[in-house]
């Protein structure tokens, strides 16, 4: 499942990004990203060594329909680790990897990025193994990161666009409580051909307000 265009993640409209960030929050995430653990999953941020489980997940055939080309080689995606480190420490976008307790290996990711200078309004991104799919991975995952966007960084809106045909992950963001607002019309280059996305946001309060009912899951290493 997949919100944000990879595209846009490696690269594309991140070059306009060029304000750091002043953290307003106690934990500095720009130089230390915490490890967050929920029921199923721990979140931490992406490592050289995950270079390969991630180029698996992210071309399997299953992923890669709804995505933009992600990076295939061993050295682009190194590269692109090195992209997600440097961004980190200006304060603009945080990757974390999906890893399942008894595990070691990453089945997925999840991105955070700033869409204005101050992060006030952020865009997230996920993109998890098909294997994992209907495990409730994506579910505890998806609140660890939400929560690290709020309660973190100090996000106010946190925003997602999915294809409009990739029914699970629209349904995926709809289980979590995020509103759809739009649908942005050919807006999403895909494999050459510009197709519809759903606009989907969740707002701090909104998510606090929900939270209170489900409860705290977030243990911080």
Known sequence: MKTMSLQQEFGGRLVALEQPFESSTTADWRHCVPTVSGQLVTLREI?????EALIGVLTSEAVARFISPAPASTDSFLRFIEWAQRERE???????VVVPHG?????GLFQI???EPGFATAEW????SAA???TGIFEDGA??????AF???GVHRLEARAAIFNGRGNGALRKIGAVQEAVLRRSFLCHGEYVDQTLWSILDTDWRQSKAVWGPRVLVH
Not at 103 to 107: D, F, L
Not at 143 to 148: G, H, I, T
């Open 47 to 51: 490592q050289f060594a995950d270079a």
């Open 90 to 96: 200006r304060g603009t976008y945080v990757c974390f």
């Open 103 to 107: 595990q070691s290996t990453p089945v």
């Open 113 to 115: 990025r700033q869409l």
């Open 125 to 128: 991104g996920f993109a998890l």
């Open 132 to 134: 994992v799919w209907g």
């Open 143 to 148: 609140r660890l990161a939400v929560d690290f």
């Open 151 to 153: 309660d973190t960084i």
